[in-house]
């Protein structure tokens, strides 16, 4: 089955850097990736995926690249703020309905001002 | 409902208790999961639902855990005779069917003592 591994498991970036969070996968069947962002004692929240179709999706300050060959997809935080502190999990499934998506452990990014 | 819903919130069982989840899924989503996150871990698969039907209960871990849809609606988990190892946040999330974006709830949190 799919195996997803995250890293780093902790980034501690200052107001206004980048953060980059890089996942990998196993299985070379997954085709959807998305990302979530988890505050302390919230749900997990969508906040951009991917599909392998294409090899890269911008959204205002975040965007996330795909590698199929490497089997390996990133998320990436331009001019990071205090309010994107929180746990970001990755995840890989087949682009099908019902398909359970696979966790990486979680990357805590503290942003300090 | 406007997002996904569970009850209880919080639960404080004592070793050997059995207990019932309640997940009340996104109006019109035919999909629904269950996953359970252990602190400082990713959600971890559980089971799956198509309507009522239990489609994929692979990542149960073991015959005291139990899921059921009967009415393709809201869904329940149950663990009987509860062990510590139990204690961890269990989300339910639904997807629309042939999408497989899913929506989280904000989680049971169960601790068992």
């Known amino acids: 089955g799919e195996n997803v591994e995250q890293h780093p498991s902790t980034l501690s970036v200052q107001e206004g850097d980048s953060a980059v969070i890089k996942c990998t996968y196993s299985?070379?069947?997954?085709?959807?990736f998305p990302w979530y962002k988890q505050e302390l004692g919230k749900r997990p929240q969508l906040i951009i995926d991917i599909r392998s179709n294409v090899g890269e999706k911008k959204d205002q300050r975040i965007a996330v690249t795909l590698n199929k060959t490497a089997k390996h997809f990133s998320l990436h935080i331009t001019e990071t703020q205090p309010e994107d502190s929180a746990v970001y999990f990755c995840a890989a499934s087949k682009d099908q309905a019902g398909t359970a998506l696979i966790f990486g452990k979680g990357t805590t990014l503290s942003v300090s001002s | 409902g406007a997002g996904v819903s569970q009850s209880p919130r919080y639960k404080v069982a004592k070793r050997g208790q059995d207990v019932a989840l309640r997940c009340d899924p996104i109006?019109?989503?035919?999909?629904l999961f269950w996953y359970q996150q252990a602190l400082g871990q990713g959600p971890e698969f559980l089971t799956y639902?198509?309507?009522?039907?239990?489609?994929?209960k692979s990542g149960l871990p073991s015959d005291r855990f139990f899921a059921e849809r009967p009415e393709g609606s809201v869904s329940t988990l149950k663990i009987q005779r509860t062990q510590q190892e139990d204690s961890a946040v269990y989300l339910c999330?639904?997807?629309?069917?042939?999408?497989?974006?899913?929506?989280f709830g904000e989680g049971s949190w169960l601790t068992v003592v």
């Open positions: 109006s019109g989503h035919v999909s």
């Open positions: 999330a639904s997807s629309l069917a042939g999408g497989n974006t899913i929506y």
């Open positions: 639902f198509q309507n009522e039907a239990q489609l994929d």
């Open positions: 299985d070379s069947a997954s085709n959807y």
